[in-house]
């Protein structure tokens, strides 16, 4: 297992279009969250998923952004009608759950969008 | 509502000599603690965590940390820097009981080891 992975690293779009970030968890994982940083921040928390469940929305996402996972395996989060203040880094963590978990959380690398 | 801040935007330091990067939380329950390092162009890697018992915790690459409740405290040390400990550090918490599985992270504060 090679840890977390996001795709794509890199996106450029036009204000306006419809973006979307895959992210493969570590696979024994059940706990997946997104997270946004931007130049200079440290991460702010977007959402989480138990297995397919999505337990937790920040009131940072804003009916534009939508995240899915869909057999509680990898995840999807879609922005529709990007605009430039969604440019920002796009973080994918997981974790484990239960008794082992105690909150450790395992990054990509993130996927950087640009919006034009 | 949790909450972290790391009061300096940067440390700067000369190898060799020990470094600490401060960290102060807010909790409702119980914290959770973590340090969390990010190199250019890397992910954010785990360095160390606090749940439990010694207020003192050891982590990766000679790091430690100290939790202080009656100061809200968990900061960042090492006894002897490196020029390779430049990054970008980050302070976490989690609330045991209130912040679900939310762990909210501070502004961060890069280090500089100087040669």
């Known amino acids: 297992d090679t840890g977390v992975s996001q795709d794509p690293r890199h996106k450029i779009t036009k204000r306006g279009q419809n973006v979307t970030f895959r992210c493969d968890p570590i696979s024994e994982h059940n706990r997946l969250y997104w997270y946004r940083q931007t130049l200079g921040q440290g991460p702010e928390f977007l959402t989480y998923f138990q297995n397919e469940a999505q337990l937790e929305k920040s009131r940072l996402l804003s009916d534009r952004f939508s995240a899915e996972r869909p057999k509680g395996s990898f995840s999807t989060l879609e922005i529709q009608r990007t605009e430039q203040g969604d440019s920002a880094m796009y973080l994918c963590?997981?974790?484990?759950?239960?008794?082992?978990?105690?909150?450790?959380?395992?990054f990509g690398e993130g996927s950087r969008l640009t919006v034009l | 509502a949790q909450s972290v801040a790391q009061p300096e935007d940067q440390v700067n330091v000369a190898e060799g000599n020990p470094l600490t990067v401060k960290c102060t939380y807010s909790?409702?329950?119980?914290?959770?603690l973590f340090w969390y390092v990010q190199y250019p162009n890397r992910g954010l890697q785990f360095l160390l965590k606090?749940?439990?018992?010694?207020?003192l915790v050891k982590g990766s690459y000679g790091f430690e940390a100290e939790f202080n409740k009656s100061q809200t405290s968990f900061h960042l040390k090492k006894p002897s820097a490196l020029v390779s400990d430049s990054a970008l550090y980050f302070c976490a918490v989690r609330d045991e009981f209130t912040g679900g599985f939310k762990t909210i992270f501070g502004a961060g504060t890069r280090l500089f080891v100087k040669a």
């Open positions: 606090y749940i439990t018992g010694d207020n």
């Open positions: 963590a997981s974790s484990l759950r239960g008794g082992e978990n105690t909150g450790e959380l395992f």
């Open positions: 909790v409702s329950g119980n914290p959770y």
